[in-house]
């Protein structure tokens, strides 16, 4: 089996965020939210995380990114360090991302910056975070203040990381903070959030007229259990429709669609490039008695028993399918996030290659990948789920913070330096399950 190529220029690299990584980081919601019990899973907490606060341990990372032939990587700045208070901006944490930047500069890697991944200022979760329109000027602040900074070290940016996830974790399944179920409320706080995207977009540009600023969409492809059933099939293209393309469209046209209502014209054209976050596909059965849940259920794979409540169905097939649907808009693609969590060192590594191939796969057809970020580097504080869904490359012990490589590492850093799968790996590896 022959090698698949990927161009000169593609990047490689993983992602991570600021919260899951830092440790240290008490002046936002989600450390509020992981005080209470039951909120995390076994009760873990953020405290230390993967150490790169205090112990500075994301010189060491970034050295294992390179030991792996990366020359890339996304990552995310804190705004409750940045801007502790509101109004107020903290010199020393401006500093600290000056610092990681800089330290990616001098590896020849490439920063991709996310302004706003899942966590909250304190101050800001007090005003009701973004329930209201009042956030969207706070964040186009905040974003100006970030490009300012650090703009000469960083053009590439996220504005915001996966805003359906957010909104549905936080406002309609209420496991996340700050832990409301109210489904109107959840598309309230998307419509706010396609207006600071917004705002923040037309600010950078301002600052840095060639910059590439876009959004990470979070894309889960829902399948229907039955396909022969009408409403198990109307059921996955409701989930599809919202979850998939509700916000994604919004960029597209401007129009707030149902059940949000008007429009937001200055959002029309504010994506250079299109994020895409992949993990499972889901099969959807139709449900009368879960509107919540856009009258469905998830059908959930065989193995879910020993995974995450949000792992899905392993279908790189999907994968590839979104990769193809986006290429329409004519925008350069970027993986901004494509990982499994740790099942085992074999299963880890056919998700890897299955998945990295379903991108070339595309790419020969046509579409315009342009980087690939895997999720994640290190394990790290994943949420709800603590430490229990552990994604890295390498494999973190919190106690003593030691890395060691899974598996996978040792292929993707075989697949960045050869640019490309070889047709062993494809042979071993290249089925998902």
């Not at 901006?89 to 610092?99: P, V």
Request: aromatic share 14%.
């Amino acid at each position: 089996m022959t090698t698949l190529n990927f161009p000169d220029s593609f990047l490689w690299g993983a992602a991570t965020a600021a919260h899951q990584v830092e440790g240290a980081n008490d002046n936002n919601d989600w450390w509020d939210w992981e005080q209470t019990p039951g909120h995390i899973q076994n009760g873990d907490r953020s405290t230390v995380a993967c150490d790169w606060w205090k112990g500075k341990r994301y010189h060491e990372d970034f050295d294992l990114a390179r030991s792996l032939n990366q020359n890339a990587h996304r990552l995310s700045v804190e705004w409750s360090r940045i801007e502790p208070r509101e109004g107020e901006w903290n010199a020393d944490a401006l500093a600290f991302y000056r610092r990681i930047l800089i330290a990616l500069r001098e590896r020849g890697m490439t920063p991709l910056v996310t302004l706003h991944h899942f966590a909250n200022p304190r101050w800001l979760a007090a005003q009701g975070a973004w329930e209201t329109q009042t956030v969207v000027p706070l964040f186009e602040r905040f974003a100006v203040k970030v490009a300012q900074e650090l703009g000469d070290l960083c053009d590439f940016w996220v504005t915001i990381n996966e805003p359906f996830v957010y909104a549905f974790s936080g406002y309609s399944d209420g496991n996340w903070p700050p832990g409301k179920k109210n489904f109107s409320l959840a598309f309230r706080v998307l419509a706010n959030m396609v207006r600071a995207h917004a705002a923040a977009y037309h600010a950078i540009h301002r600052i840095q007229p060639n910059a590439r600023v876009g959004i990470a969409h979070h894309l889960r492809r829902f399948l229907p259990a039955n396909p022969s059933s009408g409403l198990d099939r109307w059921a996955a293209s409701l989930r599809d429709g919202m979850a998939n393309r509700w916000f994604f469209r919004a960029l597209v046209d401007g129009r707030l669609r149902f059940p949000a209502r008007g429009s937001v014209p200055q959002a029309i054209g504010t994506q250079d490039f299109i994020g895409v976050n992949y993990y499972f596909a889901e099969r959807s059965a139709f449900d009368v008695g879960s509107p919540g849940q856009l009258f469905s259920r998830s059908i959930k794979p065989v193995w879910h028993a020993s995974a995450p409540p949000f792992a899905g169905e392993i279908h790189p097939a999907s994968f590839y399918d979104f990769l193809k649907e986006h290429a329409v808009y004519g925008k350069p693609i970027y993986v901004t996030e494509n990982g499994l969590f740790d099942l085992g060192d074999e299963t880890q590594a056919r998700y890897l290659v299955s998945h990295i191939a379903a991108v070339q796969r595309a790419m020969a057809e046509g579409v315009p990948v342009k980087g690939y970020f895997y999720w994640t580097l290190v394990d790290n504080f994943e949420w709800a789920e603590g430490f229990t869904a552990r994604f890295g490359l390498y494999r973190l012990d919190v106690a003593t913070q030691t890395r060691t490589p899974r598996l996978s590492a040792e292929i993707y850093g075989r697949i960045a330096r050869e640019n490309g799968i070889a047709g062993e790996l494809i042979e071993k590896y290249g089925h998902a399950n």
